[in-house]
T-cell receptor, first 115, second 114 residues
Framework: GAVVSQHPSRVICKSGTSVKIECRSL??????MFWYRQFPKQSLMLMAT?????????EQGVEKDKFLINHASLTLSTLTVTSAHPEDSSFYICSAREGGLEKLFFGSGTQLSVL | AQKITQTQPGMFVQEKEAVTLDCTYD???????LFWYKQPSSGEMIFLIY??????QNATEGRYSLNFQKARKSANLVISASQLGDSAMYFC???????????FGTGTSLTVIP
């Protein structure tokens, strides 16, 4: 089955620094990838939809200048949390949908802790 | 209005018993897909089962079956012969044919008791 790889799985950084999270579709081309944020024991909150070769579509309330999304190729999307603050600490998870198939494939998630 | 509603924040089931996790949805799109995902404590989201709105039969995948009642707009997940490894969060999700977005419910935490 399709595999989505997300890296790193865990990152701790200092306040004010930037963190990049990578999401790769390993055996299929993903024209669209989704980035979610999840707080403990809560549901997934869609942050943005990442489209290959074009600008990401951000959900209401998500700061596009803070959460930079780049989808440079059909297999790679990146989320960069810029000038991280402790309130950005969360679980971030990406997903991709293989063309012609219905289901979403998820990465394993990234636990971000900002000190 | 919520697109996906999961009314059971937590459920307990005895090992080897069956359990039903509830999910109702709201859409005016005649074509849509319904999904269940499992999220263990490790955080990964594991696809379990899919039901298309036009599918005549309820979907089944091993010990998982989806009780699809279209008129009621419900898509309950049934797990048979529960195992300890089934303890996890379970999310119901929907994708409407008119859009690209997946809508997720708030999840149900399932605990299997030995």
């Amino acid at each position: 089955g399709a595999v989505v790889s997300q890296h790193p799985s865990r990152v701790i950084c200092k306040s004010g620094t930037s963190v990049k999270i990578e999401c790769r579709s390993l055996d299929f081309q993903a024209t669209t990838m989704f980035w979610y944020r999840q707080f403990p024991k809560q549901s997934l909150m869609l942050m943005a939809t990442s489209n290959e070769g074009s600008k990401a579509t951000y959900e209401q309330g998500v700061e596009k200048d803070k959460f930079l999304i780049n989808h440079a190729s059909l297999t790679l999307s990146t989320l960069t949390v810029t000038s991280a603050h402790p309130e950005d600490s969360s679980f971030y998870i990406c997903s991709a949908r293989e063309g012609g198939l219905e289901k979403l494939f998820f990465g394993s998630g990234t636990q971000l802790s900002v000190l | 209005a919520q697109k996906i509603t999961q009314t059971q924040p937590g459920m307990f089931v005895q090992e080897k018993e069956a359990v039903t996790l509830d999910c109702t949805y709201d859409t005016s799109d005649p074509s849509y897909g319904l999904f269940w995902y499992k999220q263990p404590s490790s955080g990964e989201m594991i696809f379990l089962i899919y039901q298309g709105s036009y599918d005549q039969q309820n979907a089944t995948e091993g010990r998982y079956s989806l009780n699809f009642q279209k008129a009621r707009k419900s898509a309950n997940l049934v797990i048979s012969a529960s195992q300890l490894g089934d303890s996890a969060m379970y999310f119901c999700a929907m994708r409407e044919n008119t859009g690209n977005q997946f809508y997720f419910g708030t999840g149900t935490s399932l605990t299997v008791i030995p």
